[in-house]
């Protein structure tokens, strides 16, 4: 009986103290199981970017021997596309612009119509940065690039440029990677070229991408 009330003793005094070890050594492997969260400092992949800005048409399309006056205007771009690496980009946008001009431009018209017109571009476009430049804490954040892509242009009114058009352009431009990782500003500045009419063109357009 004796025993039984010593071995009863021992247990009440000894498995508690086990139990805390146990308990102690679950939680440890908990812990040390358990792996860090790590975040990417630049996110890219898929991305959504808006730019506008001035653009200014140095010779409208028009017939021969009729006025082709300096126009300035406006545009809009949205663009949707995919990052290949660090270094390059692809993307779909469309673009939208009005540009003003006299009573004295009148298109292809023959005289019917006069004025302001506008452009709705879809298109395609490649990106790449060229250099990039490193922040105090060793990410590069800052890239120069260049861009260039190409697009269908429609134009309005259709009485004033009735006739469709193939847009090219390039230029570069600066990029820099906020600590927002999703997020990033720029500025670029492009030369156009309308293939049908040889109308030349320029803007100078900032930008902001979110990258998914």
Same mark, same amino acid.
């Given at each position: 009986?004796?025993?039984?009330?010593?071995?009863?003793?021992?247990?009440? &005094?000894? =498995?508690?103290? !086990?139990?805390? #070890?146990?308990?102690? *050594?679950?939680?440890?492997?908990?812990? /040390?199981?358990?792996?860090?969260?790590?975040?990417?400092?630049?996110?890219?992949?898929?991305?959504?970017?808006?730019?506008?800005?001035?653009?200014?048409?140095?010779?409208?399309?028009?017939?021969?021997?009729?006025?082709?006056?300096?126009?300035?205007?406006?545009?809009?771009?949205?663009?949707?596309?995919?990052?290949?690496?660090?270094? &390059?980009? =692809?993307?779909? !946008?469309?673009? #939208?612009?009005?540009? *003003?001009?006299?009573?004295?431009?009148? /298109?292809?018209?023959?005289?019917?119509?006069?004025?302001?017109?506008?452009?709705?571009?879809?298109?395609?476009?490649?990106?790449?940065?060229?250099?990039?430049?490193?922040?105090?804490?060793?990410?590069?954040?800052?890239?120069?690039?260049?861009?260039?892509?190409?697009?269908?242009?429609?134009?309005?009114?259709?009485?004033?440029?009735?006739?469709?058009?193939?847009?090219?352009?390039?230029?570069?431009?600066?990029?820099?990677?906020?600590?927002?990782?999703?997020?990033?500003?720029?500025?670029?500045?492009?030369?156009?070229?309308?293939?049908?009419?040889?109308?030349?063109?320029?803007?100078?357009?900032?930008?902001?991408?979110?990258?998914?």
């Amino acid at each position: 009986m004796k025993a039984l009330a010593s071995l009863a003793l021992l247990s009440v &005094l000894v =498995l508690p103290a !086990f139990a805390r #070890a146990q308990d102690s *050594s679950t939680s440890k492997n908990s812990t /040390g199981d358990k792996e860090a969260e790590t975040y990417n400092e630049i996110e890219r992949g898929l991305y959504l970017s808006v730019q506008g800005g001035p653009f200014f048409v140095v010779n409208p399309p028009a017939d021969e021997n009729t006025p082709r006056p300096f126009s300035a205007g406006q545009a809009a771009q949205v663009e949707v596309g995919f990052d290949i690496g660090e270094r &390059l980009s =692809l993307g779909l !946008f469309v673009q #939208a612009s009005t540009n *003003s001009a006299g009573s004295e431009y009148v /298109g292809k018209s023959g005289g019917a119509a006069s004025g302001a017109f506008s452009m709705l571009v879809p298109g395609a476009t490649l990106r790449a940065h060229l250099v990039g430049f490193a922040d105090s804490q060793d990410v590069k954040r800052t890239f120069i690039y260049a861009r260039a892509g190409a697009g269908f242009v429609k134009f309005s009114p259709k009485l004033l440029l009735p006739d469709s058009d193939i847009l090219v352009f390039a230029g570069p431009g600066v990029e820099y990677y906020t600590r927002l990782r999703h997020f990033s500003v720029g500025v670029e500045i492009t030369g156009s070229y309308l293939v049908s009419s040889g109308s030349i063109g320029f803007a100078v357009s900032p930008n902001l991408r979110y990258a998914f």
